[in-house]
Structure formats: C-alpha cells, structure tokens
C-alpha cells in the first residue's frame, strides 16, 4: 500500500462520506487524521503501545493514571499537525509543503514506539542494568519498530521520507538524506530548549490523569509560535504561560514520576526482570521487531503465569507487588544542582552499610554518646550482622525545569507585535522579578529492600551524611544557546535537554541572618580542596562520632545523631572558602531498632466472621510501632514514608483512642475496630 499524501485535513468540501477518521481524546476532543496516519494507527506495531502504561508504576500510586502510550502518541500526532499546518497557513513564505505536514505528523505519531514495558523503567533502569556497555535508548527501538511497520504491513514510504520522519523523531537532522528545513526538527522533539509538543502532551495528559487542574493553554501557545531565522519563537505576552509549562514539568517530577512509592516498585520491577533475565533472556528481545512487539507490561503475567522453577524468585518480588509489600523509603534529602557528582562519590549502598556496621561494632564504646546509639543495645544482633549492601538502594535523581539547573526562558526567543520579525532573548526584568534563583535539584532517597533494617539503614546513611558538606557554586558562565550534547531520557516520557549544560548561575545557599555573608572566591576548579575528602569507606564516616580531630566534629556528629533539627550551616575553610554542613531531615527521623511492619491485611470473608462480635474485641494485632516517624497522607492510593499506615483489605479502620474504653491496650493507648 502506497503511503499518499493526506490532501485534506478536515472534512471534505463535498457532501457524502469523508476519508478523515476521528478519535475522540480526553484531552484534546476529536482527533482528525486522514487515510495514511490511519494505516499506520491500524497496524501491530502501533497497537502494541495501548498495553503500555504511560506512567509505568505511578498507576500503582493513582489509579486514574491508566493511560496509555497509545493515546499519548495520538495526541502528539495531532498538536504536530496543527503546529505543522499553522506555521504552514501563517507564514507561507517559509513554503512548507504537504509533505512536511505529514512527516511531521507521522514523526509525533511514532515517536514512541520504541517503549519498552513500564515505560522509562526499561530503558533508564533495566537494560542500563543487564547491558551496561550497551548505548541504548527507546528511540533507537522506534527507529526499528517503524522500519518493521512499514515492512511488515505492506506500506510504502519514499525513502528519503523514511529518513525524514527517523530524523524528526531521533532530533537529528545529521540522519536526513536530503537538506530539511531546519525549523522542523523543533516540533516533535526539540533539542534547542525543549518546547515541543511532546512536551504539550504529556503534561497536559498526566495532569489531567491525576486530577491536578492547569491554566495551560496548548493551543495559545501553538498559535503563538512563529518561526524566525529557522526557528520558532512565541510572542512575547506567553512567557509567562511558556514558564508555566516548565514549572508544571518540575511539579510533575515531584509530584509523580518520582513519588517514592513508585519508584520502589520501579526498583521492584527491575529486581524481578533481573532475576527472570537468566531463564527468559528478555532483554535480547531488544534487537528483534518481531519479538519486541509482545514486549509489553504483559511480561509481569508472563513470569506470574510460569511453571519454570528458575522464575521463583522474580515470581516472588511481583508477588510482594501484588500484596504491597514494598521496598521502603528510609530517608531522604534535596541537594543543591551542582552536588550531584559529590552525592556519587560518596553515597553508596557500600559505605552505609559499612558506616553502621562500624557503630555496631562499637556501641559499648560510644553507648553515652547519644540516645540513637544508645538504642543500639535493643537492636536485633541476628538482624545487625546480616545487613548487607544488597538490602540498599541509593537514589539520586535530578529534577529540574527542563535545562538542567538554568531558566529554560533563556533557551527560547520572543516576538512582539511591533516587531513580528525579530525574534531576541527576553530579560528577566521583561517577563518576571520573581523567577527562582535556582532551576534544578537532587534527591537523594534511601531505600531498603527488607524492612526489618529500616533504622539501621537510615543510622548508616545519617553518619555518612554527617561527612557530607556542600561546596561553593562554580562561578556562572553564560549559557549556550546552540548547545548540541546528548540529551538525557526522563521518566515522564518525552525527549529533554542536557543535564549537563556548564556551571550554576548562583549558590543556592544564602547565609542565616546572623552570619556574615562570606566573600570567598572558589571556582570549578577548586572543588577538590575540601577540608574533608569524600571517600567510599565507612571510616570517613566515623571521624565524625568522635575520632575525628577536626574542630567541630564531634559536635556535629552528636547533634545529627540525636535528631536535632538543624538548617544548612556555613563554615569557613583554611582557604577561606564557604561550604555548608547538611542537616539530618527531621521529619523521617526514627531509633535504630525500628522495624516498619507491614500492614496485615485480611482474608475475604473476615468482616463477615466478625460480624456479631463486641466492638473493640480482639481480632489480632495490627502493625507495631507506627507511632516513629509518622508521614503525612499522600495524593493517591499509595504508599508511605517511614510508617503510614494503610487500610485493611476488608475495610476495617484501626482507630487509636486516647482514654478508658474496650478495646485493646498498647503501650497506653486503646486500639478501637470500627467497620466500615
């Protein structure tokens, strides 16, 4: 089948049956596309993506965020056409042609293809795993999946289109075997400053998945842009709504797509698929179409459903999924941009556990040096000795605006309606005073994968942490507009800028009132001269309980290790030099001996054998110890930071009383069963 150009957009100017085919979209209403888009719609390959979440393991935090790449794709195809046909309509001096608008159309509908299950779980965490030598990214699978199907089904596509539509999706013009109009290559994945509408889509359908509501405006914007010297610029009344969709893009990140729940299912997930590698050799299905087009979410079912003994291991991780019995979030904190190297280097599942089991050992020695290793006495020697780094997860994630740590206004030029034709960088002081000083951060999490060692691990990571001191900002350098370097895959889906665009505009740090605002003079090139060097070993970490012969250190050590609620502090090195101790978070603090339990959850039909009993009677015991670190409720169905306590599964709430009453006692309070 010859793939013909698509002559009309809409509906025919005649009466009787149109070629156009509407999809009905909750996002953007009806979807029009015409007889070669629907060919490719129609088509296994394309199909495929209806079985692939979008949000991947964020559907187990909100349930209302089922969809799927499918209608993702659908919607990316559409906003390319209509950005694609209004520049063609609005300026018709640059000659867009019809078949621009198609590739381009063509390009947004199969930029996905290549998704791999659950989404940036399997090209971000699971094959950097099994194939770390490996340079792979789900692009170059929707490079393969796209030749596949045309091959495969029959449809014909000139090849210099073929190389077009790859280039558009890859944001590669180097791939083209003809010179395109350079303009192009910035709707579908924009490597320049990340405004395409890929971006457009997926934040206004993840958005709208999670019930989070938006004053974006994507068609505004679309008939904003403009295209100027071969690129496109918005007028200048929209960046503020341009700066809006950047923000919403952090807000996500946040919010979503690295919720701690999800991510420990992530973690999860790839436990699992690392375990079944072995028997199924999944990721080799990676460079064959043929098999790649079953590679879907359905690979959970798959090693659920199997006999083979060699899976009971994976077959025992999803089953801890399926009873959310999760890995836990320990601890956490958020670093300034340029830390990310340092948190590397130091942060390691070796040296926490190195840096507890060195306390461990010398408890009797430091048993009066502060209430947390004093409570090392009541912890579980069976459970202290069999902590090991494979029971830890570090997590270190950047999470920014969409340009690494820099305004991603800076990135993008502006019009006027006084001047059409120019485009130009707008000022600070022309959009807004109040933009933050710093775009980007790191999170670092700490996870377990067994609950059992939740204080011990969070003792190991808060004494490395006591190691850790933030160092000076390297002095700002303009940013580079015609920056080219590889781009890095996010997990909200989508292409993104580079991480690594140059140095921070600013420390984000800013002395405390009372301390005098320090003049140093530290550069990029001196971040090696700190007054403490970051090692791997757990002994950096114990300098600071007390061995160390620093002024200061024991201090510091003490007053993390007894919870103490402390800011960012500023100290002055022999060079005269500004750095910043970090503080412990004190909202997940809890003792070494605290175990998180997971709720118990009941049999069906345990309600109903209840039914007639006194209230407040014995019906077995809930979760012990949940009064440490309690988090707050999340927005969603799920998960817990250090302690919250979920439902029962057959509806019956724990209701922890103050006073006399029926019920059982614990510790002072009563326990109270009320149905529901």
Same mark, same amino acid.
């Given at each position: 089948m010859l793939l013909d150009l698509d002559d009309s957009w809409a509906d025919a100017p005649v009466e009787g049956v149109t070629t156009v085919r509407r999809f009905k979209d909750s996002i953007h209403d009806y979807l029009p596309f015409g007889p070669t888009i629907c060919a490719i719609i129609d088509t296994p390959q394309f199909q495929r993506l209806r079985n692939i979440k979008q949000l991947g393991t964020s559907y187990y935090v909100w349930p209302g965020a089922s969809h799927n790449r499918f209608e993702h794709c659908l919607g990316v195809a559409y906003l390319a056409q209509t950005l694609a046909m209004h520049i063609k309509d609005s300026q018709p001096s640059l000659g867009i042609t019809q078949r621009d608008v198609q590739c381009v159309t063509i390009a947004g509908l199969c930029h996905d293809l290549g998704h791999g299950p659950w989404s940036h779980v399997w090209d971000s965490m699971f094959i950097?795993? %099994?194939?770390? !030598?490996?340079?792979?990214?789900?692009?170059?699978?929707?490079?393969m999946m796209f030749d596949a199907l045309l091959e495969e089904n029959g449809l014909e596509l000139a090849a210099d289109d073929v190389a077009f539509v790859k280039a558009l999706i890859m944001g590669d013009m180097s791939i083209c075997t003809k010179e395109e109009k350079p303009y192009l290559f910035q709707i579908v994945a924009n490597k320049r400053n990340g405004l395409d509408v890929d971006k457009f889509d997926y934040i206004a359908r993840d958005s709208h998945a999670i019930d989070q509501k938006s004053n974006l405006s994507l068609t505004r914007l679309i008939y904003s842009s403009r295209v100027i010297d071969n690129e496109i610029c918005y007028h200048i009344k929209d960046a503020n709504q341009i700066f809006e969709l950047c923000h919403t893009r952090m807000s996500l990140h946040k919010r979503i797509y690295t919720h701690h729940t999800a991510k420990a299912i992530e973690y999860m997930i790839v436990d699992a698929l690392t375990k079944a590698e072995p028997a199924m050799h999944i990721a080799r299905r990676l460079e064959d179409p043929r098999e790649y087009l079953y590679l879907t979410d359905h690979i959970?079912? !798959? %090693?659920?459903?199997?006999?083979?003994?060699?899976?009971?291991?994976?077959?025992?991780?999803?089953?801890? %999924?399926?009873?959310r019995d999760l890995y836990k979030a320990v601890d956490f904190k958020v670093f300034p941009w340029h830390c990310k190297a340092d948190l590397k280097d130091l942060f390691t599942p070796e040296s926490v556990v190195n840096a507890f089991k060195d306390i461990y050992s010398r408890r009797d020695i430091l048993m009066h040096s502060s209430p947390d290793i004093a409570a090392l006495k009541h912890v579980d020697e069976e459970d202290a000795n069999a902590l090991s780094p494979e029971h830890v997860i570090i997590e270190i994630t950047p999470r920014h605006h969409g340009m690494g740590n820099m305004n991603p206004l800076n990135f993008v030029k502006f019009y006027s309606k006084h001047n059409p034709n120019k485009g130009v960088e707008a000022n600070a002081d022309d959009v807004s005073v109040t933009l933050p000083s710093a775009f980007g951060e790191i999170m670092l999490r700490v996870y377990t994968r067994e609950s059992r060692f939740f204080g011990l691990v969070q003792l190991g990571y808060r004494t490395v942490l006591t190691n850790f001191e933030i160092p000076p900002a390297p002095e700002s350098v303009p940013p580079s507009r015609e920056h080219t370097a590889d781009t890095e895959e996010t997990v909200a889906g989508g292409v993104d800028l580079p991480l690594d665009l140059g140095p921070d505009p600013v420390d984000l740090l800013t002395p405390p009132a009372e301390t005098p605002t320090g003049t140093g003079t530290g550069t990029a090139g001196g971040l090696g001269a700190r007054r403490r060097t970051l090692s791997r070993s757990a002994t950096a970490g114990m300098a600071a309980l007390g061995v160390g012969?620093?002024?200061?250190?024991?201090?510091?050590?003490?007053?993390?290790?007894?919870?103490?609620?402390?800011?960012?502090?500023?100290?002055?090195?022999?060079?005269?030099? %500004?750095?910043?101790?970090?503080?412990?978070?004190?909202?997940?603090?809890?003792?070494?001996?605290?175990?998180?339990?997971?709720?118990?959850r009941g049999a069906k039909g345990v309600k109903r054998d209840r039914e007639g009993e006194g209230?407040?009677?014995?019906?077995?015991?809930?979760?012990?110890?949940?009064e440490f670190g309690r988090a707050g409720k999340d927005n969603g169905d799920g998960g817990d930071l250090g302690g919250e306590k979920d439902l029962d599964l057959d509806l019956e709430l724990d209701l922890a009383v103050e006073g006399d009453g029926r019920g059982e006692r614990e510790g002072g309070r009563v326990r109270k069963k009320s149905k529901v």
């Open positions: 950097p795993a %099994i194939l770390p !030598e490996k340079s792979w990214c789900h692009e170059d699978a929707s490079q959970q079912t !798959e %090693i659920e459903a199997s006999k083979d003994p060699r899976l009971a291991e994976a077959q025992a991780i999803l089953h801890r %999924i399926r009873i012969t620093g002024p200061g250190t024991r201090a510091r050590a003490l007053s993390a290790l007894s919870g103490r609620s402390k800011s960012a502090r500023l100290d002055r090195t022999a060079s005269g030099r %500004i750095v910043a101790e970090v503080g412990d978070n004190v909202f997940t603090k809890v003792p070494p001996n605290y175990k998180l339990v997971s709720p118990k209230e407040g009677e014995d019906g077995g015991e809930g979760p012990k110890g949940l």
